[in-house]
C-alpha cells in the first residue's frame, strides 16, 4: 500500500533501525498520526493512544484497532507486547514518541498507558512530500539529541530509587506495584528479617531488575531466564532462611498453585523456606483471601509490624 511505504520511507529518513522500518512500525506511525489510506501527511494530528483500545470504554483509541480498521490488517491480541517493545519502544528512545505525556506517573502496567507523536516530530511528517521536508527534516536531526536527553530527563525523574545495605541503588519504574516492593524491602525485611540480603527483585518494566544469580545458585535455585520467580526474595543469613515474596496490588498472591510452582523450582534447597504475600492495605487482602495457601505468612504494609499467619495450629498457644 502507498501510505504504508510512505511511512516507511519517513521512518528511514527520519534515521530509525532497520528493524523498526518493517510494515508493523510503518502502521504504527501511521495510527499514531492518524492517517488513512486516503489522508494527506500534512493533516497528520497529535493524538494519545493506547496499544489495543477497547470498543465500549475506552479512554484513548486503540493503535491496533486503528491499523484493523483502516489498513485491514489485523493483529492478535498477544502482539501488543511485540508493538510495544519491538516499535513503540525504539520510537520513544529516538524521541519521535513520547510515552504517558498525560499521565508521567502511571504504572508499566496501566491499562491507561498511552502513546503520543511529538510535537517536533510531528512538524516534520506534515512536510513529509512536499518542498519544506529536507529543511524540516535537517532542523529535527540537529534538535534531536536534546529531545532524547530530555524525554529520559523526565522520564528519570518519575522512577522509584531504593538504596539496599551494600549501597547500590536500584531505580523502579512508577507505580503501586513498585511502590509496595519499596515499603516489603524498608519495612517488612526491617522488621522481620534478621540478617537480610536482597538476592531478587523484579520491576514492571524490567521482569529481573536485580538478581544475585550466583548466590541462587549456591542455594539450589533452579534458575534460567524463563522461571517464573517470586517478586523479591531474601535471604536471612543468621537463620538460613529463604523469603520468597509476591507482592499483590490487584493479582497474584501465594496461591496452592504458585506454592507447588516455587517448591518445584526449589526443590533442590536445602535452608528454611518462608512464602509471604504482601498487600498494601486489607482491602486488598480481603479480595484475595481464598485463593491465600496455607502454610505461607500474609504482611500488610499499612500494618507493618504483623503478620498473618495461615499455618494451622504451628503457632497455636496463649496471648502473650
Known sequence: MEKIKEAK?????????AAQQNDRSALVLLA?????????????????????????????????????KEYKVS????????IRRQTLHQFVQAGIVEHNP??????????????????????VIRSFGGSKWDKELTKFKKHNFSLKKKYAKE???????????????????????????????????????????????????????YCDIKFLYSLGFNYDKHTKMPDIVIYDLSKSWLFLIEVVTSHGPMSP???IELEKLLESCKCGKIYVTAFPHRAEFRK????????TEVWIAEEPSHLIHFNGDKF?????
Open 155 to 209: 522520564y528519570e525523574l518519575n522512577l522509584k530509587e531504593i538504596k539496599l545495605e551494600s549501597g547500590k541503588k536500584l531505580k523502579l519504574s512508577p507505580g503501586k506495584h513498585n511502590e509496595l516492593q519499596i515499603e516489603v524491602i524498608k519495612k517488612f525485611s526491617s522488621k522481620f528479617v534478621k540478617d537480610g540480603r536482597l538476592l531478587y527483585l523484579g520491576d514492571t518494566a524490567n521482569k529481573d531488575l
Open 9 to 17: 520511507q519517513i521512518l528511514f529518513d527520519l534515521g530509525l533501525p
Open 257 to 259: 498453585k504458585r506454592l
Open 32 to 68: 499514531l498520526c492518524n492517517v488513512k489510506k486516503n489522508s494527506h501527511w500534512v493533516n497528520a494530528i497529535q493524538q494519545s493512544m493506547s496499544v489495543v483500545g477497547n470498543k465500549s470504554n475506552a479512554k484513548y483509541e486503540g493503535i491496533m484497532r486503528f491499523i484493523s
Open 102 to 123: 498525560e499521565n508521567p506517573k502511571l504504572p508499566t502496567n496501566s491499562k491507561d498507558n498511552h502513546y503520543r507523536i511529538s510535537t517536533d516530530v510531528l512538524k
Open 288 to 295: 484475595h483471601l481464598a485463593e491465600i495457601a496455607w502454610e
Open 75 to 82: 493483529y492478535a491480541e498477544n502482539s501488543r507486547e511485540t
Open 316 to 320: 497455636i498457644g496463649p496471648y502473650q
